[in-house]
């Protein structure tokens, strides 16, 4: 393991490891800021701010796709068919599941809080 020493202004030596095992730092050992938080919570299934992409359900009205949100309606972008260039977008508000009026497929808004 590499390591750098350093000196603070108050003239406190630190010792900052580089990388396990001589090679490149892993994501754990470089992350920094909110990844420090978002890189372990990854690792055990969480998605702490909402950044990974959804889980699709069928998009029934009896098993709608569940969209988070801090707020009491969002906007949604739907693309139905993988290679359609157009995007759909509409107001998603609190209650019960809507349709996307292009291709029918049911949402609903579900409350999210951050982690802080």
């Known amino acids: 393991m590499q390591a750098l020493t350093a000196r603070s202004p108050n003239g406190v030596s ?33 998605d702490p701010y909402n950044m990974l992409a959804p889980k699709a359900a069928s998009g029934t009205k009896e098993d709608p ?17 993988e290679d359609n260039s157009a995007v759909i977008w509409f107001w998603l508000h609190k209650g019960e599941a809507q349709r996307c009026p292009s291709c029918g497929t049911h949402y609903t808004l579900v409350p999210h809080q951050l982690a802080h």
Request: glycine share 14%.
């Open 14 to 46: 630190m010792v900052h490891s580089m990388a396990s095992g001589g090679g490149a730092p892993t994501d754990d050992e470089q992350a920094s800021g909110l990844g420090r938080e978002v890189v372990p919570a990854s690792h055990k299934g969480l």
């Open 65 to 81: 796709n569940l969209v988070p949100s801090i707020t009491n309606k969002w906007i949604v972008g739907c693309i139905r068919e």
